[in-house]
């Protein structure tokens, strides 16, 4: 059976956790292969609103077996945290989850240099991180000789592994100093702290490689699940203002393990609008009473962090680049309603840069900065939609809108989203 996979196109928060609530019913497994406790995704189902920052978004179906990838960095106390919040509203976290052994894990100096090192680069301009030891995290995957993965903490050198990094961590972290200077690390409170931890998460940690491989070769129904957005893409994104992994479609097969030749269907999701958080270059960014509307309408505070979001007009050739770049068939377009009440409506179709117009979209940030979005204007059709089910059913003027951002972008429209329950879903060819 064929694997689909579920993309951001935009700067995260598309609402993606929505789409695979939707689509889990359709598939056996549904993996989680990068990033960490630094992405949030919100379903609402049962009247009631669930936020997960690690767990997939398939964990509300019993039947579905859910899977933390190699891809996923780890800070075990948040998963430990999100599976008793889960089970304390009704939620079985069993045997459905299975965490990769080979998943790195986050400790405590991470988030120290997260706090002291971080911030402090891209010209004095934040590069957005939430300071959860995400990215000090993969920097060690990279350099691999501070690094430990989750199957270390079982391993009879784990508490010398702790000692040796404690040492080096101490060492560099007194380097960066200041008024705000960091606690000594405790190697042997980290240890007793961590193994404490492994010992909970046992029952869930698995080579999930192989499992993965298993199900795929034995014809399983697999859903990946991206978090943040393919314009945080480390390698693809508005470097520097990114996250630390490939967010985009080209992330798949490197974080889950799984070759390419079994995802065969990719879902390009992006919201009617653009939001992004934290510093860097937003052409279409609206800091005005437009933006404030969006922003309150949309409710567009982040999930993990209840960070304000910086709010625009639907940028497609940002969108039509990542498509491209995330091999999507189709887009699904999230919060629909949030439009609803404006008078007129635009969307950025080309950028003008040096003098020049284009519809490529810059590699360098510096450059997109520079860029001058060139809009359309389209009318709005100032009616709500949170109740319409079927397609045809939206108003003639909110359906010109898709259908001309579907030509922008280039790729038809699957799904439309008018509001944050399973039930207010549109599947556009029903």
């Not at 991180?129 to 060690?140: F, H």
């Not at 329950?421 to 556009?428: G, M, P």
Request: a neutral charge; aromatic letters at 8%; one cysteine or more.
């Amino acid at each position: 059976m064929p694997g689909t996979s579920v993309i951001g196109l935009q700067w995260g928060d598309e609402a993606k956790g929505k789409i695979v609530d939707l689509l889990t019913e359709q598939h056996d497994i549904v993996v989680r292969y990068q990033g960490g406790a630094n992405a949030g995704h919100t379903v609402v189902t049962g009247g009631q609103t669930f936020k997960l920052s690690l767990i997939p978004s398939g964990i509300f179906r019993p039947q579905v077996q859910c899977v933390v990838a190699a891809g996923v960095v780890v800070n075990p106390a948040s998963l430990l945290d999100e599976i008793e919040q889960l089970g304390s509203r009704g939620v079985t976290v069993g045997k459905n989850l299975l965490i990769s052994d080979r998943a790195h894990v986050i400790f405590p100096w991470h988030f120290e240099e997260d706090r002291l090192l971080n911030e402090r680069c891209a010209g004095g301009e934040a590069i957005g991180t939430t300071l959860r030891g995400i990215g000090p995290c993969y920097r060690d995957k990279v350099g691999r000789s501070w690094a430990v993965r989750l199957g270390d903490l079982y391993r009879d050198d784990f508490r010398q592994r702790v000692e040796q990094i404690t040492r080096a961590k101490n060492a560099m972290l007194a380097g960066f100093q200041d008024a705000q200077a960091p606690a000594t690390l405790d190697a042997e409170a980290i240890y007793t702290q961590y193994r404490a931890y492994a010992d909970r998460l046992r029952p869930h940690v698995a080579d999930t490689t192989a499992f993965l491989l298993d199900a795929a070769e034995a014809g399983q129904r697999i859903l990946f699940e991206g978090a943040q957005g393919a314009l945080l893409d480390v390698d693809h994104g508005t470097f520097p203002f990114v996250t630390s992994s490939n967010s985009s479609g080209v992330g798949v097969s490197s974080g889950s393990g799984v070759p390419g030749r079994y995802i065969n269907r990719v879902i390009g999701v992006v919201k009617a609008y653009t939001t992004r958080v934290g510093g860097g270059p937003f052409p279409t960014e609206q800091d005005n009473e437009t933006g404030d509307h969006i922003r309150r309408r949309g409710n567009e505070y982040g999930t993990v962090t209840r960070r304000p979001r910086r709010c625009g007009w639907f940028d497609a050739v940002a969108a039509r680049y990542t498509a491209r770049l995330s091999g999507a068939d189709v887009l699904a377009v999230m919060l629909l309603d949030v439009l609803c009440e404006l008078p007129e409506l635009k969307i950025c179709v080309a950028y003008e840069l040096d003098g020049r117009r284009t519809t490529d979209f810059p590699s360098h940030a510096d450059d997109l900065r520079r860029v001058e979005p060139i809009y359309e204007t389209l009318p709005g059709w100032q009616q709500e939609i949170s109740d319409v089910r079927r397609y045809h059913d939206l108003p003639t003027k909110c359906r010109a809108y898709l259908e001309r951002l579907s030509r922008l972008v280039g790729r038809p429209i699957e799904i439309v989203s008018v509001g944050p329950d399973r039930q207010q879903t549109i599947l556009v060819r029903s």
